[in-house]
């Protein structure tokens, strides 16, 4: 896959002595986007140059490493195999968005307890996989690994030197570390965790290479896969404004946090700030079934 220049587009934001841009990560490819297409690039390229003829991966309901790996899957011509956490979900692949769509791309299932899937990186639990299976390259859950990482540090690129400051979601890390690692001298970069839990710093020490780099605590919305209405309206807002969709696991929060900061008075004068759009959208389907389940504003953005 060849990519297009990525765009810088400026956001439309009250003058609060700054300047706000989001970098659109989300337009490399309609179903391979995001931090999910850098991730999987030298991954693939691994697997194709090892023989390998199927990917084997693991991932919740709604996924985006899942969907993503299905439709890299379908395109580079690879057998996919997904082991989802939930044995339950077996009797809801075509009511699931993202299921139904790897399912489309020829994705086969495993669907496992919860307490089976914490074994997920063990010899143990992969070997029978294996078994099962045939012989597949194994991408861990979200992607990260150092190849992601590798992937990750070409998100910036030397006309994005002039930020100050990089801001980004963070899941399991792999893409916080690929920006801190090609990041400039004079640059911080700021990581949202869509989590909570303090864990996440000793991963991304794993791979960062500088110490130029924060995580900001204070946006997850109460966790993993958690909203608020205060935060589906942000996103419903910001895309009337700027035509830009958000998802709201990731970058969503991340942005809300950015410009909730800006207000505070956190950024210098004069700042130049870069947002990592990354991807993410195709879960905005899900979100909206469950926010229509328990009677709550949906998302009204087009993605």
Known sequence: MVLAEIPNQLIDFPNHGVFLHIKRED???EFISGNKYRKLKYNILAAQESGAKRLLTFGGAYSNHIAAVAAAGKYYGFETIGVIRGEELASEITQNPTLAFAAACGMQFQFVSRSDYRQK???DFLEPLQEKW???YVIPEGGTNILAVKGCEEILTDKDGDFDY???AVGTGGTIAGLINSSVMHQQVLGFPALKGEFLKEEIEKFAK?????LV???HFGGYGKVTPELIA???DFYNQNKIPLDPIYTGKMVFGVIDLITKGFFPKDSKILMIHTGGL???AGMNKKLQTKKLPILNVNA
Not at 210 to 214: I, L
Request: proline share 0%; net charge negative.
């Open 27 to 29: 337009t490399i490819h």
């Open 134 to 136: 045939g012989m597949a």
């Open 217 to 219: 605590n204070d946006y």
């Open 121 to 123: 990186d063990q010899t």
């Open 166 to 168: 990089i801001c980004c």
């Open 234 to 236: 942000f996103i419903n």
């Open 282 to 284: 195709q879960g905005i």
């Open 210 to 214: 500088n110490d130029r780099w924060m």
